[in-house]
């Protein structure tokens, strides 16, 4: 795979792109990232002088890469060779965005093999879409045997904390309401996705069993108030679950594996809301934390074993996983350990996480490129 890496902390986006773009040959393919103040027109930018590329894009604070973790900078990735692509979006993302299925089956037709593809995925934030967006890819993909990956867009903590607004692009046109999406074709060997958690399992489980879907509220478990079973089970009072569950966390069993759901709030009626969707009769496991620095070895060993020699790795990072580690003062180290390991990496951190058909919290996703 022949690819190019630029990055620019130039706060100008104009002269960031024209310092990230200065290494780019012809790309096939540019996915890019971009502080949200300047998104709009690095965007714009990216697309005027590659206008023959697939171009893909969401905002974020923390970008990943060989040197070191770029906070507040423009990184763009392009790939010049080896890989088969085509691109789209879909858009009314709160509303239907199933209406916006077939551009997703035109473009794996248009690949000239479905064997190593992935469907690359990047969805706007707090609307609370990430699920009908991921229904509406499932569609499609799962016909064809597609694996579905990618990311909620991300921001700072303290934008994020504003609930402010989040972007994605898709070819110089920039959505707040929308899931941008390019189908990749490996021409190197397969494109393998492994999950990593630093939460894991504990003892208990409980059942869901009244819940409001849309707005992601869970209003009892096991037929009691939702509030009440977690205090309960964290021996703390209600007032202190957000941060009993900050550090403890949840997540929903599906099919033996675990997904984690990140807290949101309690209500005063008791019900709590959460970061992902949770349906009626979800077993939900308890979680704890366990030795992150383990769990990246692990992960590291693991792809390894997979794909001996990968041609790239995109790492696609919880935005607060990013912040715990940062606070732990682990975040470069994390970097480093994959850097080292793999070259190059690539990656961003992310309001949420998609596998499949599940939006999912808290958690590392690693797309390999055989």
Same mark, same amino acid.
């Given at each position: 795979?022949?690819?190019? /890496?630029?990055?620019?902390s130039?706060?100008?986006?104009?002269?960031?792109?024209?310092?990230?773009?200065?290494?780019?040959?012809?790309?096939?393919?540019?996915?890019? #990232?971009?502080?949200?103040?300047?998104?709009?027109?690095?965007a714009?930018?990216?697309?005027?002088?590659?206008?023959?590329?697939?171009?893909?894009?969401?905002?974020?604070?923390?970008?990943?890469?060989?040197?070191?973790?770029?906070t507040?900078?423009?990184?763009?990735?392009?790939?010049?060779?080896?890989?088969?692509?085509?691109?789209?979006?879909?858009?009314?993302i709160?509303?239907?965005?199933?209406?916006?299925?077939?551009?997703?089956? @035109?473009?794996?037709?248009?690949?000239?093999?479905?064997?190593?593809?992935?469907?690359?995925?990047?969805?706007?934030?707090?609307?609370?879409?990430?699920?009908?967006? %991921?229904?509406?890819?499932?569609?499609?993909?799962?016909?064809?045997?597609?694996?579905?990956?990618g990311?909620?867009?991300?921001?700072?903590?303290?934008? !994020?904390?504003?609930?402010?607004?989040?972007?994605?692009?898709?070819?110089?046109?920039?959505?707040?309401?929308?899931?941008?999406?390019?189908?990749?074709h490996?021409?190197?060997?397969?494109?393998?996705?492994?999950k990593?958690?630093?939460?894991?399992?504990?003892?208990?489980?409980?059942?869901?069993?009244?819940?409001?879907?849309?707005?992601?509220?869970?209003?009892?478990? @096991?037929?009691?108030?939702?509030?009440?079973?977690l !205090?309960?089970?964290?021996?703390?009072? /209600?007032?202190?679950?957000?941060?009993?569950?900050?550090?403890?966390?949840?997540?929903?069993?599906?099919?033996?594996?675990? #997904?984690?759901?990140?807290? @949101?709030?309690?209500?005063?009626?008791?019900?709590?809301?959460?970061?992902?969707?949770?349906?009626?009769?979800?077993?939900?496991?308890?979680?704890?934390?366990?030795?992150?620095?383990?769990?990246?070895?692990?992960?590291?060993?693991?792809?390894?074993?997979? /794909?001996?020699?990968?041609?790239?790795v #995109?790492? /696609?990072?919880?935005?607060?996983?990013?912040?715990?580690?940062?606070?732990?003062?682990?975040?470069?180290?994390?970097?480093?350990? #994959?850097?080292?390991?793999?070259?190059?990496?690539?990656?961003?951190?992310? %309001?949420?996480?998609?596998?499949?058909?599940?939006?999912?919290?808290?958690?590392?996703?690693?797309?390999?490129f055989?």
């Amino acid at each position: 795979m022949d690819y190019t /890496i630029g990055i620019s902390s130039k706060k100008d986006p104009e002269q960031a792109v024209a310092e990230a773009v200065s290494g780019f040959k012809s790309p096939k393919l540019i996915i890019f #990232f971009s502080p949200v103040s300047s998104f709009k027109t690095a965007a714009a930018a990216l697309s005027a002088r590659f206008p023959s590329a697939e171009i893909v894009g969401t905002t974020s604070h923390y970008t990943y890469g060989n040197d070191c973790v770029h906070t507040d900078s423009l990184c763009a990735y392009a790939f010049n060779d080896g890989i088969v692509c085509k691109g789209g979006v879909l858009e009314e993302i709160k509303r239907f965005p199933l209406k916006y299925a077939q551009r997703v089956e @035109d473009c794996i037709l248009a690949l000239p093999s479905i064997r190593n593809c992935i469907c690359l995925e990047f969805t706007s934030a707090f609307s609370l879409s990430e699920e009908l967006a %991921l229904a509406a890819y499932d569609s499609i993909c799962s016909r064809y045997g597609i694996q579905v990956a990618g990311g909620t867009a991300g921001m700072s903590w303290e934008e !994020a904390a504003a609930a402010g607004v989040s972007y994605v692009s898709y070819n110089g046109a920039v959505y707040t309401d929308a899931s941008v999406f390019v189908c990749i074709h490996n021409e190197g060997g397969k494109i393998a996705v492994f999950k990593e958690n630093i939460f894991l399992p504990a003892n208990r489980r409980f059942t869901a069993t009244s819940v409001d879907v849309k707005n992601r509220i869970v209003r009892e478990f @096991d037929h009691r108030p939702a509030a009440d079973v977690l !205090a309960e089970e964290l021996n703390c009072t /209600i007032q202190q679950l957000p941060d009993r569950l900050t550090a403890r966390q949840i997540g929903r069993v599906v099919n033996h594996d675990v #997904f984690i759901t990140a807290f @949101d709030r309690v209500y005063q009626d008791k019900s709590v809301s959460w970061s992902a969707r949770i349906y009626n009769h979800t077993t939900m496991q308890l979680l704890q934390s366990g030795n992150y620095e383990v769990i990246t070895d692990d992960t590291i060993r693991a792809i390894k074993e997979a /794909i001996p020699a990968p041609s790239f790795v #995109f790492l /696609i990072h919880c935005l607060a996983r990013t912040i715990f580690y940062e606070q732990e003062r682990y975040l470069e180290r994390f970097n480093s350990k #994959f850097s080292t390991a793999f070259s190059p990496i690539a990656g961003y951190s992310s %309001l949420g996480e998609q596998l499949g058909k599940i939006h999912l919290n808290q958690t590392l996703l690693a797309l390999v490129f055989e």
